[in-house]
């Protein structure tokens, strides 16, 4: 993924780029706060709500109850050591991609997008070599508090990412890594 500020560079993009506005929720809207909802495959993670896109953050959080549904849908459980949620390779090989409703759009993050690269768990405070860790915390509020996610680095290394200040917009596009496998 990429990230611009100032004119986009369309030939990083292979889709258009879809804006939308910054949200009106006191909580997120000081700051890249955008509107979203989040499924698991067909299934409800979180439900139109405010929260920030975030640059500083390597994971993507969600409010707790919404992390809950993610953890139960998946099949995960909290690993103990780096407190991130973990798979086995059969969990794995049935992860269903995870949308968030951006707009009138989706962005999928497809299963492969929705894991730690392996080749750097060992960077992991606890992290095991052959384990498979989820990029999806725990906010640790539940929904409707103002942030209800913060979608950080994960998301946005797999999508082009446009913050017009001048319009108080945010925008997303497909690149060439919103599909890799490279995980």
């Known amino acids: 993924g990429e990230l611009a500020f100032g004119e986009p560079d369309y030939t990083k993009c292979t889709s258009n780029i879809v804006y939308t506005d910054i949200t009106n929720t006191p909580s997120s809207k000081k700051y890249w706060g955008i509107d979203q909802r989040i499924t698991y495959g067909d299934t409800g993670i979180l439900f139109g709500t405010a929260g920030v896109i975030d640059t500083g953050c390597d994971f993507t959080y969600i409010a707790s109850d919404a992390f809950g549904r993610y953890q139960a849908a998946t099949g995960a459980t909290i690993d103990q050591r780096t407190d991130l949620l973990r798979i086995t390779l059969g969990q794995y090989n049935a992860l269903q991609n995870l949308k968030f409703y951006i707009g009138n759009v989706f962005f999928s993050l ?42 950080g680095l994960t998301f946005m290394q797999r999508f082009y990412t446009v913050l017009d200040s001048g319009n108080r917009k945010v925008g997303f596009a497909t690149t060439s890594f919103t599909y890799a496998t490279t995980n």
């Not at 960077?123 to 384990?131: I, K, T």
């Not at 915390?137 to 913060?150: C, H, N, P, Q």
């Open 110 to 151: 497809i299963p492969n997008a929705q894991i730690w690269p392996r080749s750097l768990n060992n960077r992991l405070p606890g992290g095991e070599d052959d384990a498979i860790y989820l990029i999806i915390k725990s906010l640790g509020t539940t929904t409707g508090s103002g942030l209800d996610f913060i979608t």
